[in-house]
């Protein structure tokens, strides 16, 4: 398994100081853009800076001190805050000013840079996937991608264009993605495992996030057909990580009609206000206006929120019968918006999942 597997948080920290709120009782010195990138070789002028006194007020910055928490990554004037990109990666821009410090991000690409947006996928045998890659290029022209297997196995197939097939129940074993143009090439690698439920336990998935905030996280998977409060029956899953107890994140997806086959289906949006609620009439798990999904995340000492915006969906590839229910596999995508930053398009995350996961139907009304 690669170091992506897990918890990864390249923004969590920097998004957390940066909150959009600016009437909290403290000063705060707000970095705009949020998050920008570059190529290596690239500069870029300094970031624009707003203070907001502790009643929220917007007063002079007066002078502000700049430093990068990564130096092989991007560096920066400590007096003018112009930023250089030298390496790959990801820095951290600090502004000083007034007693106080903000933070933005600074994503750092090479000339010709390769992510598999979805680097771990989970499969039932006699699935497909297809493989998502983002692909960023300085010079002129369009960059070829295929995909390989580094070795010969029989868990998995892999056509060129990234189409991956479930054979047999095994790994996590790797698939290498390859971009070149010109004399410039490089690769990534990402993983497949093929999984087969007997029982209503053990589900397993993989979620990525990428905007203003960073996330590639294995999680546990639970799929649920229950009836609403109106008896209607509806769809639930959960992609969700524990620490002990404690649920810390989980991606939910809920539809208006339970899953009885394969299909796909749409995630439309909900509003912060819609999806946390603390009146019980307007939940959005017994009362859903919509079919809708949520990121959550616990941190050390703050949490972060994500809704859905239009436009999502879920695809169910398969659904199997096993012992006291059913196992389904599938994926799903969606955009989501950031609750602490809901009006800023910077805000926005990308929410990309595989699954297999046990299917279980109850009778019990949704409370």
């Known amino acids: ?86 390496g790959a990666g990801t820095a951290v821009i600090s502004a000083a000013a007034n007693g106080t410090t903000g933070e933005a991000l600074v994503a750092v690409s090479r000339l010709l840079d390769l992510t598999i947006l979805l680097d771990t996928v989970y499969l039932m045998p006699g699935d497909t996937f297809t493989i998502p890659v983002s692909v960023r290029n300085k010079a002129a022209g369009t960059p070829t991608v295929w995909f390989t297997i580094p070795a010969s196995q029989a868990i998995f197939n892999i056509d060129s264009a990234g189409r991956v097939s479930g054979i047999a129940a095994g790994g996590p074993l790797p698939f290498i993605a390859h971009a070149a143009l010109g004399l410039d090439t490089i690769a990534d690698t990402g993983w497949t495992e093929v999984v087969v439920l007997t029982d209503t336990t053990g589900g397993k998935g993989f979620f990525t996030i990428y905007g203003s905030v960073t996330r590639h996280v294995a999680a546990s998977e639970r799929a649920l057909n229950y009836p609403r409060a109106d008896l209607s029956p509806a769809f639930r899953l959960r992609s969700y990580v524990t620490q002990g107890s404690t649920t810390v994140e989980a991606v939910i997806l809920t539809l ?38 949520t990121w959550s995340a616990l941190f050390s000492t703050f949490r972060l929120d994500a809704v859905s915006r239009p436009a999502g969906h879920l695809g169910i590839t398969q659904v199997k ?47």
């Open 1 to 86: 398994m690669t170091k992506r597997h897990g918890f990864l948080a390249a923004l969590a920290a920097v998004i957390a100081a940066c909150s959009s709120s600016t009437n909290t009782g403290t000063a705060q010195l707000v970095l705009a853009p949020l998050v920008d990138s570059l190529f290596i070789g690239d500069t870029a002028p300094a970031l624009q800076v707003t203070y907001y006194d502790a009643s929220g007020n917007i007063q002079p910055a007066g002078t502000v001190t700049w430093s990068s928490n990564a130096t092989s990554v991007a560096q920066v004037d400590p007096v003018t805050g112009k930023i250089h990109a030298v």
């Open 256 to 293: 208006m009609d339970p899953v009885t086959a394969p299909g796909s289906f749409v995630i439309d949006s909900i509003s912060p206000s819609e999806a946390f609620t603390t009146d019980p009439a307007r939940s959005p798990v017994c009362y859903p206006p919509r079919p809708w999904g």
């Open 321 to 367: 019968p096993v012992t006291g229910g059913q196992a389904i596999s599938g994926s799903y995508a969606f955009f989501g918006q950031r609750t602490d930053f809901y009006t800023d398009p910077l805000g926005g995350v990308a929410i990309r999942g595989t699954f297999v996961a046990p299917l279980i139907t109850t009778t019990s009304t949704c409370k």
